[in-house]
């Protein structure tokens, strides 16, 4: 038999043509299949799009109603009583004008501690006051004197807002001993009494200036602004 001649290539047969056409038509179906998956799965996610915007949106938290200012029993309205204490309260802890002596008008805030202009201030008006009880025991003259520097401290503590503690020096007997006739300069103080509070409660009196200053200023804490006059 004559081999084939180089690059001669023989005939299919009808399986070898019949196959490739199957070969073909499987090719096609399973491109077919992988489109028609594509495509399914396209539309239900787009199915799934619509379905979420069309989702009832939940609903927002309402905020819960801040107290009211002043509710004291939370009852969410104000009693008279409440609202005469809301109004007074707003007044003791706002900012307001101070007086000085030679007329300068300054702001005081109530929550912070005094100044110095205000301070020596005040200082300044204790002045007469303090002169007398550095010249006499007398009763007769010390105690009406001691009653206007309490009035006086008052009306101070009113116009600041601040509660105020006195340090002073005065003549005194250092013997209750009214027979005792020996006299030294001592230490004591004085405060305005804090409406529906306790009065300051300083130390005893002491011949030692920076000694009772110490102690009274312990006592006082950061609730009284202490002033040191003399």
Known sequence: MTPPKAGFRAPETACQAEGMSWGRTITLSVVAIALTTTLVSCSAAADTLRDLAAATPTAAV????????????????????????????????????????????????????????????????????????????????????????????????GATGRDIVIIYPSLSRVSSDVRQTATHIVWSSINNAPEGGNPFTGPNYDVDREAYIAKATEVAGDKYDVIVVG
């Open 62 to 157: 309402t905020p819960a109603a801040k107290p009211l200012e002043g509710d004291l029993n939370g009852d969410g309205k104000l009693t008279a009583f409440e609202t005469e204490w809301l109004a007074k309260t707003k007044a003791e802890t706002a900012v307001r004008d101070y007086t000085l002596l030679d007329g300068t008008v300054v702001q005081v805030d109530p929550a912070q501690a005094l100044t110095d202009p205000v301070r020596a201030d005040i200082a300044a008006q204790f002045a007469d006051d303090i002169a007398v009880t550095q010249s006499t025991t007398d009763g007769g003259t010390r105690d009406p004197r001691t009653k206007i520097m309490i009035d006086k401290i008052n009306t101070v503590a």
